[in-house]
């Protein structure tokens, strides 16, 4: 899971320096198209004979990905990665602290809100936008990883990331050919969106689908506490993106919370 993390984070980096090049949008759809081009071919996911639940489970990560990713990159142009990251973090949160109904849990819960408070600074400047769309990315990474859970069980090997990365990659073809018509692409960024599609979807796919069949969801989710730390790290030494102080506590506030449910998650497995 940590391989996974850091993987994921050094590729959002990646994908968020061709943004001046490509656009978030642009950004996503390579993504989405070179993450198919990998692990298709090299899973050769079986289509026929799929079940409906098989079918509905895949079309159900299509949506996901889509939602997580184009959320995700459009509130790091907007806020930043550190930033973006940690509120998207509030969805794995999400999963562990409402499938719990231990008061320590909930109280982690509203330290967390806390935490958002103090990193977000609310005022006539806040970017609500931006906001949102983080938010929309935490709602999408909660729902990855309940789906993801149920993939794991329902298909083996890698056959259902690979079987959701290429339905994914067809619905964003005509996104894709549309968006380059107006923003030609360079070998520099497809360079760019490659390697983003490598660290922040390959990598982490095959290694989330396989920690999901070990540890309950709830465990995985809170396990992922080092993901805004890591985002912030990887804004600061790639793009150079640095964060004040009310941003670092929000951080600190959030991750804390993160691990004391994550420490009870570990002891008391669902």
């Known amino acids: 899971m940590l391989v996974s993390t850091v993987s994921g984070q ?6 968020a320096s061709a943004f001046p090049l490509i656009g978030p949008v642009g950004v996503v759809a390579l993504r989405q198209l070179v993450t198919a081009a990998v ?13 409906r639940t098989q079918w509905l489970l895949a079309l159900g ?8 990713n184009l959320s995700l990159y459009l509130a790091v ?8 990251v940690t509120i998207e973090f509030l969805g794995p949160l ?3 602290i409402l499938g719990s109904r231990r008061r320590l849990d909930l109280a982690c819960a509203v330290l967390a809100g806390i935490g958002v408070v103090v990193l977000t600074n609310p005022g006539p400047t806040t970017d609500v936008t931006g906001i949102g769309l983080a938010l929309a990315a935490a709602a999408a990474w909660a729902g990855y990883i309940l789906l993801n859970r149920a993939v794991g069980q329902q298909f083996s090997g890698l056959d259902g990331p690979a079987l959701a990365s290429g339905l994914t990659a067809l619905a964003w073809l005509p996104v894709a050919a549309w968006w380059f018509t107006q923003h030609p692409l360079t070998w520099h960024a497809l360079a760019l969106a490659a390697g983003c599609a490598l660290l922040a979807s390959v990598v982490p796919y095959a290694f989330d689908v396989l920690a999901l ?3 309950p969801a709830p465990v995985f989710g809170t396990f992922a506490s080092v993901n805004p730390v890591i985002a912030a790290l ?5 793009l150079h993106q640095s964060l004040d102080v009310n941003e670092w506590v929000g951080i600190a506030l959030i991750v804390a919370s993160n691990a004391v449910v994550s420490a009870r998650g570990l002891r008391h497995p669902h």
């Open 94 to 96: 999400a999963v562990a």
């Open 77 to 84: 142009e907007r806020l930043g990665l550190g930033l973006a």
């Open 213 to 215: 069949r070990r540890v």
């Open 61 to 68: 990560l299509v949506a996901v990905f889509s939602v997580m």
């Open 39 to 51: 692990l298709v071919p090299a899973v050769r996911p079986r289509v026929r004979g799929r079940s």
């Open 10 to 15: 050094s590729g959002a980096a990646l994908g």
């Open 234 to 238: 990887m804004g600061w030494l790639v």
